[in-house]
Nanobody, 126 residues
Framework: QVQLVESGGGLVQAGDSLRLSCAASGRTFGSYNMGWFRQAPGKERDCVAAISRSSINTYYADSVMGRFTIARDNAENTVYLQMNSLKPEDTAVYYC???????????????????WGQGTRVTVSS
């Protein structure tokens, strides 16, 4: 089992940047594929980015392609989400999640991720 704790959220203006971090503890972090999801009020929880356990594969939602970058440091048991050129529509609670798939194949479906953090709120004002 792995425990996940997100940090780095906050209130920013449109065009600003934020970097979210997700610190993991428990079983070997490097065995998990990791994803960042977000959920805005009244909307479903969607995957914005994912990274495979060895960083070989990454996934980005179309809405964040070119603006967000996911990275991980297996030595530090941490996954990051660098968010640039933020827009008001990026406002949401952001969650990191771990998929114990034992593979480099990624999924954007939340149902496959077994472990979740508590979320960190990002608010982008116009």
């Amino acid at each position: 089992q792995v425990q996940l704790v997100e940090s780095g959220g906050g209130l920013v203006q449109a065009g600003d940047s934020l970097r979210l971090s997700c610190a993991a503890s428990g079983r070997t972090f490097g065995s998990y594929n990791m994803g960042w999801f977000r959920q805005a009020p009244g909307k479903e929880r969607d995957c914005v980015a994912a990274i495979s356990r060895s960083s070989i594969n990454t996934y980005y939602a179309d809405s964040v392609m070119g603006r967000f970058t996911i990275a991980r440091d297996n030595a530090e048991n941490t996954v990051y989400l660098q968010m640039n050129s933020l827009k008001p529509e990026d406002t949401a609670v952001y969650y990191c999640a771990a998929d114990d798939v034992n593979s480099e194949l990624l999924s954007s479906w939340s149902g496959l991720y077994e472990y979740w953090g508590q979320g960190t709120r990002v608010t982008v004002s116009s």
